[in-house]
């Protein structure tokens, strides 16, 4: 069985506008709210591919029983510990549609105005949201063309999360001990303030004395403290190790140089993704696997890198090859950063037989 652990999950009220005005009235043009947080990212992908799993984790109060509804009415599976005070945060995520005008020349054809420049970003690479429309407006005798770009920026505002209790944070330890040979277990995201770094670590070597396979999506001291317990996959982004290791990382060498150094912490497979520039994967044996991102146009970034997460595990659980789990991871990363909401399985397969994986074999 596959368990998945979200020690602080949310509801994602997503927004969308047109042209934000910061301190002024401004008027949505969509919102909805979805079940949030990691580790529930990983198991929705994991239902849409016919994965089967259980989600971990605490939930209090109204929002903490709505996000269970809402995973639950979707055919999750949960076994949440319900807190008895506080609630579960709520996050903002504001998608801003923002025009930009700019000026061609004449030798500018239409059919490139009209071109959408579109990448794969996965979620926490971005710093700007990569989709960008384009309408031309031609003026005079044709010397001239005024390009009229929108591009969607992402905003998001990130609650803190209820206060867990020891005595709650022991009763997820022994959910834990539960686990059997051969289960696997993914710890994903952050934890609220009053939860120690050393969580994940702790968890890992509770779990040292048996054959379960472990997987630590989660930045700084969180997957640091992890590490020495050998997870089988760490999956940070380009971003998260320059935070690691204080380092600035700007080329493939790079960041194959720190996911070995992570390695070399303890992680037994390494995979990062770096939004338009694809994913690479480090394997136990000393293999390196990297893609391109696909073309498309981002939709939404929210969930990408939880879906890599989702699909390599289940490409791995159905064929134990790495060319397999890493195609299946980027192909579902890019089919979510495709889609409005998390991808479905159908949308996932159609990416997979148009990525092309290069294995440089380290």
């Known amino acids: 069985m596959i368990y998945t ?7 994602d009220y997503c927004i969308g506008t047109a042209g934000l005005e910061i301190g ?3 008027k949505m043009l969509s919102a909805r709210v979805l079940a949030g947080g990691k580790g529930l990212n990983v198991s929705t992908v994991l239902n849409h591919l016919g994965v089967d ?16 509804r809402i995973f639950e009415a979707a055919g999750g599976k949960s076994d949440f510990i319900e807190l008895q005070e506080g609630f579960s945060r709520i996050n903002v995520k504001l998608r801003d549609r923002i025009a930009s005008p700019a000026k061609r020349g004449a030798m500018t054809q239409g059919s490139d105005a009209n071109q959408s420049k579109a990448q794969c970003l996965m979620k926490q690479d971005l710093a700007r949201q990569g989709s960008e429309e384009q309408e031309t407006e031609r003026q005079g005798s044709g010397k001239q063309e005024i390009v009229q770009q929108f591009f969607l920026e992402e905003t998001e505002i990130n609650g803190a999360g209820p206060k867990i209790p020891s005595d709650s944070l022991t009763l997820l330890q022994e959910r ?8 696997i277990l993914v710890l994903s995201g952050s934890v609220p303030e009053s939860v120690p770094e050393s969580l994940y670590g702790e968890i890992l070597e509770m779990l040292s004395d048996r054959n379960v396979i472990t997987v630590v999506d989660a930045a700084k001291g969180l997957l640091s403290h992890a590490l020495p317990y050998h997870p089988f996959l760490v999956k940070p982004n380009i971003f998260e190790l320059r935070e690691l290791f204080g380092a600035t990382i700007q080329n493939r060498e790079e960041v194959v140089f720190y996911a070995k150094k992570l390695q070399k912490m303890g992680a ?3 995979l990062v ?3 338009a520039d694809g994913a690479l994967l480090l394997t136990k044996e000393g293999g390196l696997l ?15 890198g939880d879906s890599m997460v989702a699909g390599f595990i289940a490409g791995w659980c159905e064929k134990k090859e790495y060319v ?6 980027l192909a579902a990363g890019s089919a979510s950063a495709f889609s409005e909401q998390l991808a479905t399985g159908d949308e996932i397969e159609k990416i997979y037989h148009t990525l092309e994986i290069q294995d440089l074999k380290e």
């Open 290 to 304: 990297t893609a391109r991102a696909p073309e498309g146009e981002v939709k939404n970034s929210v969930g990408a």
């Open 324 to 329: 397999h789990a890493f195609k299946m991871g």
């Open 273 to 275: 993704s770096m939004g």
């Open 268 to 270: 037994e497979n390494v």
């Open 5 to 11: 652990v979200t020690c602080n999950p949310a509801l």
């Open 53 to 68: 799993n259980i989600a971990l984790g605490f939930i209090a109060g109204f929002t903490g029983r709505e996000i269970r």
């Open 176 to 183: 834990l001990r539960r686990l059997e040979d051969g289960d």
């Open 24 to 26: 002024a009235i401004n």
